[in-house]
């Protein structure tokens, strides 16, 4: 029996974005919520190839050159720090290649563009159930239990913003 072979990380290419947009879908079905993952091919090619993009993508690939992996993140900022940092908005490994190093192979490429760039922190969410949690606590992440996430979509969302409209402000543009 042979060993796997060790994934290559690399910043993801336009080919790879049909790979990408598959297994964002895969993670959506795994954490149960695949009626709400919308991503397109067009959407994710605009969002990381674009004019000015925010979104930056990394794949882990097999020997062949095809995506068993990826890593969709992007910069945020700290102002008590007072430099930037990376979100980590997904990671995935396909499930035939787990345990080859992948995931954590993906991860370290981010914590070495932190390091090499000077930007401070790698933040990420989990959903509480993931197996993954021992995974992310024997690298040395720490789970952030003091800071509790919110969200603002849909109908709340548009309606604080018809607040910013009604007093005739439109902030940023």
């Known amino acids: 029996m042979t060993s796997p072979v060790t994934p290559t990380i690399r910043p993801a290419r336009p080919q790879d974005v ?19 993952c919308h991503l397109t091919t067009e959407q994710l090619t605009s969002a990381l190839f674009g004019t000015a993009p925010a979104l930056f993508g990394h794949v882990a690939v097999d020997e062949h050159d095809q995506p068993i992996g990826f890593a969709l993140w992007f910069l945020n900022f ?16 396909r499930p035939p290649a787990r345990g080859t190093g992948a995931g954590r192979l993906l991860l370290a490429t981010l914590a070495d563009l932190c390091v ?4 401070r ?20 992440a720490e789970q952030m239990s003091e800071w509790v996430p ?3 979509s849909g109908d709340a969302l548009r309606d604080l913003a018809s607040q910013a409209t009604a007093a005739g402000t439109r902030p940023g543009g």
Not at 78 to 93: C, P, Q, R
Not at 124 to 136: E, K, L, Q, S, V
């Open 18 to 36: 049909p790979a990408v947009v598959a297994m964002v879908h895969e993670l959506a079905e795994y954490e149960r919520a695949a009626d709400q």
């Open 78 to 93: 700290s102002t008590w720090a007072g430099v930037h940092g990376i979100y980590l908005e997904d990671l995935y490994v």
């Open 116 to 119: 090499r760039r000077g930007y």
């Open 121 to 140: 922190r790698l933040e990420w969410w989990m959903i509480d159930w993931n197996p993954a949690a021992g995974f992310y606590a024997s690298i040395g």
């Open 150 to 152: 919110y969200r603002l």
